[in-house]
């Protein structure tokens, strides 16, 4: 009775027996092929040599296989009987999993505003050496807000051509990016060949468009000299 209520697969008792022991009979686990251990269960209504199983070895089957396998026997498709264990720490896991997502969160939001600190400090520096030109065109009263948006424009600026840069320079996405335009000048610059390579450019998408609105083949093939 112990072995069963830590079970984390209970089906009713009138119906599978869980009991691994009994009768003197030498359990084999049908997974592993395997007799040593003591953690066996018989989960499903499958007898014989394919009734009992390690309780590890179902897990990671369960865990493993596509399909139905999680919650049903893939051999007898008897459905297993599953029960939630929660763990005595799930609270403190949770609090903690809480602090660190919001510890990361003010962390990066902290470096975001120094980064905006300094470059609307840089801004400030730039234009008094101007007679604060720029603020005085844009007739800001507040120079506080003022030079606080000039950071910020300036961090998001730097921000997009980074990401720009780093794209370049990235070899998978720069050749993502230049098939199209391969394409294209393939198609150019190969005299007699822009009606075919028009043609293979279009037809797939007449083809989605038929099937999407339900208009009849009009796109026939084209024969290139």
């Not at 251990?37 to 493993?64: E, M, N, Q």
Request: proline share 5%; aromatic share 14%; net charge neutral.
């Amino acid at each position: 009775m112990e072995e069963k209520a830590s079970s984390p697969l209970i089906p009713p008792p009138s119906e599978i027996d869980l009991e691994a022991g009994g009768g003197g009979e030498q359990l084999q686990c049908r997974i592993c092929l395997e007799t040593d251990g003591r953690d066996f269960i018989a989960p499903c209504k499958c007898k014989g040599t394919s009734k009992y199983v390690h309780r590890d070895c179902l897990d990671h089957w369960r865990a493993v296989k596509e399909g139905f396998a999680f919650s049903h026997c893939t051999t007898c498709k008897a459905p297993y009987y599953l029960r939630v264990h929660s763990h005595t720490d799930r609270k403190w896991r949770t609090l903690k999993f809480r602090f660190f997502v919001t510890r990361d969160i003010l962390f990066i939001f902290a470096l975001v505003q120094i980064i905006i600190s300094a470059l609307a400090y840089l801004v400030h520096f730039i234009d008094g050496c101007q007679q604060y030109w720029l603020r005085t065109a844009w007739a800001f009263d507040n120079e506080v807000s003022f030079y606080y948006i000039c950071g910020a424009l300036m961090f998001f600026a730097l921000l997009g051509l980074s990401g720009c840069f780093i794209t370049c320079y990235d070899r998978r996405v720069r050749n993502d990016l230049a098939q199209p335009c391969r394409e294209l000048c393939l198609c150019c610059c190969q005299p007699g060949s822009w009606f075919s390579c028009l043609h293979r450019l279009i037809a797939p998408t007449c083809a989605v468009f038929q099937d999407v609105c339900g208009l009849p083949p009009t796109w026939h093939a084209v024969h290139v000299d």
